[in-house]
């Protein structure tokens, strides 16, 4: 399911996008979770103005698909991305939630530079 999230937020198109990304992570906990996950995130889909068609015509889309998983694949193989948050900051990386001083001191490593 995060996989089509991810396709349905770039098929609402570089304006709504964020504003996808945001509701979905908002509303994970009940589509993820869901009987019917698809079903769960049409519905999502539809409070963001995308027609049920709308998302079928978008999870049909395999230049997407191969495009979100290229950018997964990269990630794992040249950064190492296991998780989920995943940061990279100047030539350092932050996984995982952390707090913010894991965050200061990558930061402050990189602003120094």
Known sequence: PALAASMIAR???????????????RSQPQWSRSQNPMQALTKVARFGGLSG???????????????????????????????TPFFIIGDQTVSGAQPFDAFKKVLDKALSK
């Open 53 to 83: 068609d709308d998302v079928q015509a978008c999870l049909k889309r395999q230049t997407l698909l191969d495009h979100i998983r290229k950018i997964a694949e990269v990630g794992q193989n040249t950064h190492k991305v296991t998780s």
């Open 11 to 25: 098929c609402a198109g570089p304006k709504k996008f964020f504003g996808f990304i945001e509701i979905m992570f």
